[in-house]
């Protein structure tokens, strides 16, 4: 029985054996583990060189000196650290300049005072103006319009209106500027008269680009005719919205003047200063008002309206803020024009030419 089996009994002392041994090199690696951590380690020496203790004066300076750097003053043009700078007022010469700085110290152009304002949301708009007109200081408000009127809060803050009160609102020099004045010829020209048999009168008005024949009470471009003037026959006279005019029979007579006025705060849909003209005796909308023109010089439009027919002078625009609203023109490209021998001929023909046949 035993023979039988015995090249299985081997194999079975063999298992066991190995399981024997594997279980005591696992004990045996535990063990060593356990003896290298448990065992004291001996450093080795590190020489050090003598040192002297620090010199808590010299210290005390150096941390002094990192908490508070120093600075040159304003009257100086150079600084070592940054710092708050805002860009100088003078116009010839807007450079950078330290914040606190009275004059600047390139040019001693005097800058405006220091003023300390707090604005805890950032919109621009200042605390105390915020809690004046019953704003929470914290929310950004600048863009909203309580009162209706057409105008943002950070906008009436600039202007000085009253944010709550739709008849307080800004006047239409926060809106524009004066670019341009130009002179327009009257539209109308007197040609003459004739009488009907029935003595009707039919008075000749021309255009420029039409001929028109009017009674009295028929209007012509927005004009109405009047009538002849009882002091003389070669005037005809025209009104229109209480302007009336006096058109010398075959002259061309003076007319109006019209002002060109660029948006400060407007864009057009090529992103650039919307611009508007206003004419005397006409009308200006501004935002969700409208305005009477009265009167038209080089230097300024002055207008009426709301509120309580208000009189507001639209100034002229400096060369500054022309050059800040209106970047340069395009150079115009010249026009070519061959020479004069090169028509001369139809037929010749020439390089680059194309000749057109019917």
């Known amino acids: 029985m035993i023979r039988r089996h015995y090249d299985r009994l081997i194999l079975v002392g063999v298992l066991v054996a190995l399981v024997g041994s594997a279980l005591g090199l696992i004990l045996q690696i535990q063990r060593g583990r356990d003896d290298l951590r448990d065992r004291p380690w001996e450093r080795a020496p590190i020489p050090h060189p003598d040192v002297a203790d620090p010199d808590e004066a010299l210290l005390a300076e150096v941390v002094a000196l990192a908490e508070a750097p120093f600075q040159f003053g304003v009257t100086e043009p150079r600084v070592f650290t940054s710092e708050v700078r805002v860009r100088s007022v003078d116009p010839m010469a807007p450079w950078p300049i330290p914040f606190d700085a009275m004059v600047c110290p390139f040019t001693q152009y005097p800058q405006p005072p220091v003023v300390e304002v707090t604005d805890t949301s950032g919109d621009g708009i200042p605390d105390e103006w915020a809690r004046e007109h019953g704003f929470n200081v914290r929310e950004v408000i600048a863009h909203l319009d309580p009162d209706g009127d057409g105008y943002t809060n950070l906008e009436e803050y600039q202007a000085g209106t009253d944010p709550n009160d739709p008849a307080s609102f800004p006047p239409p020099s926060f809106d524009f500027r004066l670019a341009q004045v130009r002179s327009v ?50 005037v005809l006279l025209v009104e229109r919205d209480g302007d009336t005019r006096r058109l010398v029979r075959d002259r061309q007579v003076a007319g109006f003047r019209v002002a060109r006025l660029i948006s400060l705060h407007e864009v057009d849909a090529n992103q650039m200063p919307r611009q508007v003209s206003a004419s005397e005796g006409g009308t200006l909308q501004v935002r969700r008002n409208t305005f009477q023109v009265t009167s038209v010089t080089d230097n300024a439009v002055t207008v009426v309206g709301p509120p309580r027919d208000r009189v507001t002078e639209i100034r002229r625009a400096t060369e500054a803020e022309l050059q800040e609203l209106m970047p340069p023109p395009p150079p115009e490209e010249e026009d070519f024009a061959p020479p004069e021998d090169e028509w001369d001929d139809p037929t010749q023909r020439r390089p680059g030419m194309m000749m057109m046949t019917e």
């Open 185 to 234: 010829p009257f539209p109308l020209v007197f040609a003459g008269s004739s009488r009907l048999p029935s003595g009707t009168l039919l008075f000749t008005i021309n255009t420029g680009s039409r001929t028109f024949t009017r009674r009295v009470g028929q209007e012509v471009e927005g004009w109405t005719v009047v009538g002849l003037d009882p002091d003389d026959e070669n």
